[in-house]
């Protein structure tokens, strides 16, 4: 069974400048989550999809960061305009729902200089 | 605040010891629970998920679980220097499928 994969696995920006993530789940997972985490910190929940429905996006900072799951399947998160403090790894993680465990791509290390 | 917590460590054992990592949570009515590992410049891999009081044993690893006293804890049986990385406690914490997360715990087992 393939993993969840992301890509890229790294992109450096500079302040101001856009910047998107892809991910795709586990084949059959209807439930996809991004994360971002910190150095030294636990993943922080950013937006929850049930299939194309955002279900928990009350963490998610709507006035640069917005994301997608198109035909619920492939979900994609953007950051527009990125700021210094953004730099962190961003992780997508897909299960099949209800009380099923996460499982984790391999995330994307942002650095915004 | 549903809040979970791990001492965050180091957590030091010989190579061969026993690892005892813990975690405790407050919301009563959590369902589910979960420990990942993480190594360095990693993301978390699931190592077990335990959602009933005891124990559940996979390999050199046992999850306990008790509810009464909300805490859910991780034995590693026969450490092994690969074991080294940091250990993520997660709770479903409710019927909005909220998963909670630890700051997680350093583990460092030496050879």
């Known amino acids: 069974e393939a993993g969840v994969v992301q890509s890229p696995r790294y992109k450096i920006i500079e302040k101001k400048q856009p910047v998107a993530f892809w991910c795709n789940p586990i084949?059959?997972?209807?439930?996809l989550y991004w994360y971002l985490q910190n150095l030294g910190q636990g993943p922080e929940l950013l937006i929850r999809?049930?299939?194309?429905?955002?279900?928990?996006d009350s963490q998610l900072p709507k006035d640069r960061f917005s994301a997608e799951r198109l035909k619920g399947v492939d979900s994609t998160l953007k950051i527009q305009p990125a700021e210094l403090g953004d730099s962190a790894v961003y992780l997508c993680?897909?299960?099949?729902?209800?009380?099923?465990?996460?499982?984790f791509g391999n995330g994307t290390r942002l650095t915004v200089t | 605040q549903k809040e979970v917590e791990q001492n965050s460590g180091p957590l030091s054992v010989p190579e061969g010891a026993i690892a005892s990592l813990n975690c405790t949570y407050s919301?009563?009515?959590?369902?589910?629970f979960f420990w990942y590992r993480q190594y360095s410049g990693k993301s978390p891999e699931l190592i077990m998920s335990?959602?009933s009081n005891g124990d559940k044993e996979d390999g050199r690893f046992t999850a306990q679980l008790n509810k009464a006293s909300q805490y859910v804890s991780l034995l590693i049986r026969d450490s092994q220097p690969s074991d080294s990385a940091t250990y993520l406690c997660?709770?479903?914490?409710?019927?909005?499928?909220?998963?909670?997360w630890g700051l997680g715990t350093s583990l460092a087992v030496n050879p």
């Open positions: 993680a897909s299960s099949l729902g209800g009380d099923s465990p996460l499982h």
């Open positions: 084949s059959g997972h209807n439930t």
């Open positions: 999809y049930e299939n194309e429905e955002a279900v928990d």
């Open positions: 919301d009563r009515g959590s369902q589910s």
């Open positions: 335990i959602y």
């Open positions: 997660a709770v479903n914490a409710g019927n909005n499928r909220k998963l909670i």
